[in-house]
């Protein structure tokens, strides 16, 4: 089978984008492999992987019978995401850079870049779906709801929908594997990336105290008692456990602390003992700097679904206001550690509709 369908694929050296060339080079269309590095500063082996992940990008692209471009986007990177996730830490908010990094860079400087190269598509190895009703575009969740990417895909809109295909959204992690395996990839059994892109293994503290300026604090409770000293409020995170050098109460008490809340006013992080403890709950939020998928605007007071973080069952909710750029969503139940910078993202059954930035 023939097709004369130009398609660049972004490829990261990962199993999935590997897959997804291969499945779409059987399926006939004109492939081209495109790995892209978006990050440059104290790129060494140590802590980033950029340099076996082209290696081995370079030999499924070998395997499969593709040609392969390395793209440098580390300044399209800088300028649209490092510095907003910058922005948000000195702010006190906890950013995702997946989610900006997949609007700004994954399918805009790519898909610009992509259209220059002659290509009618896109393709990544997300797990996720696309589907055409009634005119729009539709950004759906991945058959294998384990690996649903759906949750950072939100901010993508009906052009970019239009023009990308995601090959494996049909499929389970398991049986990529299986396809990887049975056509000789060597990278079959390569382990999934995680973490930050930009920070690879190195110590997430010690990579933000080289750009932001740090000021260590108190650690209160809630009724003002002095607990600990933190090192600087943008270190830590709503219900964050470990790293806070903290132990039981004077009373003896050996429950764990949690974060509850950073005030940057008075520079002091709030803490509470125990995993549920009521200040870790929340029956409501208030979100910012919405994108919907089809450019349509939800209803209020109609019951959809909503996800605080990425790995999290559908929450049931209404979006009780939504006026402007902002929105206000009640939950069924309340949801814990609630964090301000992260993204919440609204679901009608499989389909993802779109979201926002968490105010509080």
């Known amino acids: 089978m023939t097709n004369n369908k130009r398609v660049v694929v972004g490829m990261s050296g990962g199993v999935d984008s590997s897959v997804a060339a291969l499945l779409l080079k059987q399926q006939g269309y004109d492939v081209v492999g495109l790995f892209m590095k978006n990050w440059e500063d104290d ?51 906890t950013p995702n850079p997946d989610v900006l990094c997949n609007a700004e860079i994954k399918f805009k400087a790519f898909l610009d870049h992509a259209i220059s190269l002659g ?34 895909l939100y901010r993508l809109n009906q052009a970019q929908l239009a023009n990308t295909l995601f090959p494996i959204g049909h499929l389970y992690k398991r049986d990529v ?16 990336s995680t973490g930050i892109c930009f920070i690879g293994e190195r110590p997430f503290r010690e990579f933000l105290n080289r750009y932001l300026p740090h000021e260590p604090g108190e650690i209160q409770t809630p009724n003002g008692a002095v607990v600990g000293q933190h090192i600087g409020l ?3 995170t709503i219900g964050q456990r470990q790293g806070l050098g903290i132990g039981g109460t004077r009373d003896g008490d050996g429950e764990p602390w949690f974060v509850a809340d950073k005030n940057m006013m008075r520079n002091t992080l709030v803490v509470v003992q125990g995993h549920d403890h009521p200040l870790l709950f929340n029956p409501r939020l208030s979100a910012a700097d919405l994108t919907w998928v089809s450019e349509q605007e939800p209803h209020c007071n109609w019951v959809y679904a909503a996800k605080i973080r990425y790995r999290q069952s559908d929450a049931p909710c209404l979006i009780t206001h939504l006026g402007g750029d902002r929105c206000d969503i009640e939950f069924a139940q309340p949801q814990w550690a609630v964090t301000p910078g992260q993204s919440v ?16």
Do not use: W
């Open 177 to 192: 594997r299986k396809i990887a395996r049975d056509h000789g990839l060597p990278n079959s059994a390569k382990k999934d």
């Open 43 to 93: 790129d060494t082996d140590e802590y980033c992987s950029s340099r076996q992940d082209l290696i081995d990008a370079a030999s499924v692209a070998d395997i499969i019978g593709i040609p392969l471009e390395a793209v440098n986007f580390s300044t399209e990177y800088k300028e649209r995401v490092f510095s907003q996730f910058l922005a948000e830490y000195k702010a006190g908010r």
């Open 234 to 236: 943008m270190y830590y």
């Open 345 to 360: 993202v609204v679901y009608e059954s499989k389909v993802c509709l779109g979201g926002g930035i968490i105010l509080g």
């Open 119 to 152: 290509a009618q598509n896109i393709a990544t190895g997300h797990y996720a779906q696309v589907r055409e009703a009634n005119g729009l575009f539709q950004l759906l969740k991945a058959e294998d709801g384990t690996k649903d990417q759906s949750y950072f």
